[in-house]
């Protein structure tokens, strides 16, 4: 199975999932815009509406859509509009891209339940998009692993 997330940088979203047992592979790249096979510096500029992306193979006997979820959501900040930390722009806004009518309608309801958590914890709303899966394009091999490549 498959599954999308944009949390801000990418490098840290994709370790965090890479590491987690029944997730087969991982993949860093750009999703939800509009220009085709942009490049890092193409999505930089914040015009092409591309978020930061970490596409996911997983095993659902081992580890539940859900589950992933709910990494995702600890992971970042959903309450912060276009921004993660020291990262600005469009392409750093947190997003699910469901793949199918079941994620969709898991995520949005996840989502309505964990906005009381995060108005305690962060004093605001989660404005997490929740979008149908556009094509994915990978990110240039560097940024693949980048973490683990980096030793950091």
Same mark, same amino acid.
């Given at each position: 199975?498959?599954?999308?997330? /944009? ?9 965090? $999932? =890479?590491? #987690? %047992?029944?997730?087969?592979?991982? *993949? ?9 096979? !942009? +490049? ?6 914040? #015009? ?11 095993? !659902? *006997? @081992?580890?539940?859509? &859900?589950?992933?979820? %709910?990494? $995702? ?6 309450? #912060?509009?276009? =921004?993660? /930390? ?6 750093? =806004?947190?997003?699910? $891209?469901?793949? +199918? !009518? ?6 949005? &309801? ?10 305690? %914890?962060?004093?605001? @709303?989660?404005? +997490?998009?929740?979008?149908?899966? *556009?094509? $994915?394009? =990978?990110?240039?091999?560097?940024? *693949?692993?980048?973490? &683990?490549?980096?030793?950091?």
């Amino acid at each position: 199975m498959k599954a999308t997330f /944009g949390a801000g940088c990418f490098w840290h979203v994709e370790e965090v $999932f =890479r590491k #987690t %047992k029944g997730v087969k592979s991982t *993949q860093v790249g750009y999703c939800g815009g509009i220009k085709k096979n !942009p +490049t890092y510096e193409d999505v930089c500029t914040d #015009t092409t509406g591309h978020a930061e992306s970490v596409d996911i193979d997983y095993d !659902p *006997q @081992e580890i539940s859509y &859900e589950e992933l979820l %709910k990494i $995702f959501w600890n992971n970042h900040n959903p309450t #912060t509009l276009n =921004r993660q /930390g020291p990262d600005v722009g469009t392409q750093y =806004r947190s997003v699910v $891209f469901f793949h +199918t !009518p079941e994620q969709e309608n898991v995520a949005l &309801e996840m989502k309505k339940n964990l906005n009381p958590v995060a108005k305690e %914890k962060f004093n605001a @709303e989660i404005i +997490t998009e929740i979008k149908p899966a *556009q094509e $994915f394009h =990978r990110a240039e091999e560097y940024h *693949q692993q980048y973490l &683990e490549k980096s030793n950091l």
